[in-house]
């Protein structure tokens, strides 16, 4: 599977590359979904030095949010430790000690979906690693964590444009505008001038 191809969009919505191999004191893999291949494309591509890059390894996975678990791809890789957990949130505590626990040259992957990454990328920049310290690559569903601008509740995995916020009932439309504090995309009411007129939802995030 190739790097998903997103449309041009405006300066705040974020860019995926593709994950490279970087020499390193340790490697932190973090994916979820279809995330695991990317991370196995990133080993392959490293070819003869990938058993010491896999020696200094810690990967943590977890199941793409329409229920892909290839952690069996990942785990075959051999990294020194590998983990899976059953959602972001029960995988965060790990992911903040290893975080707290690392030393210079820490190189970070990213790989999954826009929440994962958002989500993961945030608890790095927090922990206080350099942003060119941390490679991202988009695999899998397109859905978005988006907070809605009226009540600040977030609803996960947005499939449709609009949708009803989970929090507080209203219309909202999926702007592609992008909080990195909240890992999420912002939500506005498509109906507040015409309450009621509201477009049928279509399926853009997938």
């Known amino acids: 599977m190739t790097k998903t191809v997103f449309e041009k969009s405006i300066r705040s919505r974020p860019v995926y590359d593709e994950l490279q191999p970087r020499p390193g004191t340790a490697h932190l893999c973090v994916a979820d979904g279809e995330g695991a291949e990317a991370v196995c494309d990133l080993f392959a591509k490293a070819g003869t030095a990938a058993a010491e890059m896999l020696a200094r390894s810690h990967i943590i996975y977890v199941p793409g949010p329409t229920g892909t678990d290839l952690f069996a791809k990942v785990q075959a890789l051999g990294a020194?430790?590998?983990h899976?957990?059953?959602?972001?949130w029960a995988a965060e505590p790990r992911l903040r000690k290893v975080l707290a626990d690392a030393h210079m040259?820490?190189?970070v992957y990213l790989a999954g979906t826009e929440t994962l990454i958002g989500l993961a990328q945030?608890?790095?920049i927090e922990a206080g690693l350099p942003h060119d310290a941390v490679q991202?690559?988009?695999r899998g569903s397109l859905s978005r964590r988006v907070q809605c601008v009226h009540c600040k509740g977030i609803t996960e995995n947005v499939t449709t444009d609009p949708f009803t916020c989970s929090h507080c009932g209203l219309n909202l439309f999926v702007r592609d505008h992008y909080s990195r504090r909240l890992a999420a995309f912002q939500g506005v009411n498509i109906d507040a001038e015409d309450p009621?007129?509201?477009?049928p939802a279509v399926e853009r995030f997938k």
């Not at 009621?196 to 477009?199: A, E, I, L, N, S």
């Open 80 to 82: 020194a430790q590998c």
């Open 122 to 124: 945030r608890d790095v």
């Open 136 to 138: 991202t690559e988009h």
């Open 84 to 88: 899976r957990s059953p959602s972001f």
């Open 196 to 199: 009621g007129t509201v477009p």
């Open 105 to 107: 040259g820490l190189q």
